[in-house]
């Protein structure tokens, strides 16, 4: 399960990278994010939402929406992140917008010429011509083009926005805060306490947002550190489980197996 992750291109109001066979966990941010799908298979789960992606499909996700994804070994994706203010001296509403369509398959009408603008996209940043940025606006300026006369939307009502804002602050809190105690034994209700909430309302809060339970998020985030143990096979099996947190061999391998598929020990000899 190695990866490779290539950026060509990043600036204030966008990133390109291509990258292969790399699951990212539960996560957010600001940008639109475009992903073409080149080689192989993906899995994007988006509010809850699972999208099953092949060669050729591109997928939508939103600014500030929660998600996460899963490839097989031989995927290659380009990933195209915007900044929705890089428009903003001629058309500042675009932060505003939410896209209601997230998945251009081959059979979507704007899949061709979406698949043409991100792999210029990519040949462009890696040559890094003279003026290069131009001409990758104006490609980026197409794609929204695009997007915006011939896909749904809707406008985010400011009272929206600042509840987003507030919103995505308080999960990326709880995010942080979960990456950073997963290898002992972190408890909802200190971080509950820490965040002036009641247990129950943040138990509420984390299972509506993110679509999975406080105590599945950490299991999900210790098994996902204990298979970049097994890639790097730097640590006995013992001190694998000590370094991520779990201190019961028969849950971490029935936990293993259901996300993964195979027992941790056939997992571990089949990594080169």
Same mark, same amino acid.
């Given at each position: 399960? &190695?990866?490779?992750?290539?950026?060509?291109?990043?600036?204030?109001?966008?990133?390109?990278?291509?990258?292969?066979?790399?699951?990212? =966990?539960? %996560? $957010?941010?600001?940008?639109?994010?475009?992903?073409? +799908?080149?080689? &192989?298979?993906? /899995?994007?789960?988006?509010?809850?939402?699972?999208?099953?992606? *092949?060669?050729?499909?591109?997928?939508? /996700?939103? !600014?500030?929406?929660?998600?996460?994804?899963?490839?097989?070994?031989?995927?290659?994706?380009?990933? @195209?992140?915007?900044?929705?203010?890089?428009? &903003?001296?001629?058309?500042?509403?675009?932060?505003?917008? %939410?896209?209601? *369509?997230?998945?251009?398959?081959?059979?979507?009408?704007?899949?061709?010429? #979406?698949?043409?603008?991100?792999? =210029?996209?990519?040949? +462009?940043?890696?040559?890094?011509?003279?003026?290069?940025?131009?001409?990758?606006?104006?490609?980026?300026?197409?794609? $929204?083009?695009?997007?915006?006369?011939?896909?749904?939307?809707?406008?985010?009502?400011? /009272?929206?926005?600042?509840?987003?804002? *507030?919103?995505?602050?308080?999960?990326?809190?709880?995010?942080?805060?979960?990456?950073?105690?997963?290898?002992? =034994?972190?408890?909802?209700?200190?971080?509950?306490?820490?965040?002036? #909430?009641?247990?129950?309302?943040?138990?509420?809060?984390?299972?509506?947002? @993110?679509?999975?339970?406080? !105590?599945?998020?950490?299991?999900? #985030?210790?098994?996902?550190?204990?298979?970049?143990?097994?890639?790097?096979?730097?640590?006995?099996?013992?001190?694998?489980?000590?370094?991520?947190? $779990?201190?019961?061999?028969?849950?971490?391998? !029935?936990?293993?197996?259901?996300?993964?598929?195979?027992?941790?020990? *056939?997992?571990?000899?089949?990594?080169?």
């Amino acid at each position: 399960m &190695g990866y490779e992750i290539t950026q060509y291109h990043k600036s204030s109001y966008m990133c390109i990278e291509e990258w292969g066979g790399h699951d990212f =966990q539960l %996560h $957010f941010h600001a940008e639109i994010e475009l992903s073409l +799908i080149l080689s &192989g298979e993906a /899995v994007f789960i988006i509010n809850k939402h699972k999208y099953k992606l *092949e060669a050729g499909d591109i997928i939508l /996700v939103n !600014r500030c929406v929660p998600h996460s994804i899963e490839q097989n070994k031989n995927s290659r994706v380009i990933w @195209l992140g915007i900044n929705p203010l890089f428009c &903003g001296f001629y058309y500042p509403d675009l932060q505003k917008i %939410h896209f209601q *369509e997230c998945l251009f398959d081959k059979d979507h009408l704007l899949n061709q010429s #979406l698949v043409s603008d991100m792999k =210029q996209l990519l040949d +462009i940043s890696k040559s890094q011509a003279t003026a290069y940025e131009f001409k990758m606006q104006e490609i980026l300026n197409h794609i $929204f083009f695009l997007l915006l006369t011939q896909t749904d939307y809707v406008y985010l009502p400011d /009272v929206v926005m600042h509840t987003e804002a *507030e919103r995505m602050e308080r999960l990326h809190h709880i995010i942080g805060y979960m990456e950073g105690n997963f290898d002992r =034994q972190p408890r909802l209700e200190e971080l509950a306490e820490e965040m002036q #909430l009641s247990p129950d309302y943040l138990s509420h809060f984390i299972k509506d947002a @993110l679509g999975i339970t406080f !105590r599945d998020y950490v299991t999900m #985030l210790r098994l996902h550190k204990a298979v970049k143990l097994m890639e790097e096979k730097s640590v006995s099996q013992l001190d694998m489980l000590f370094q991520t947190g $779990f201190t019961d061999y028969r849950y971490f391998s !029935r936990a293993f197996k259901k996300i993964y598929g195979v027992d941790p020990e *056939e997992y571990y000899r089949s990594e080169p």
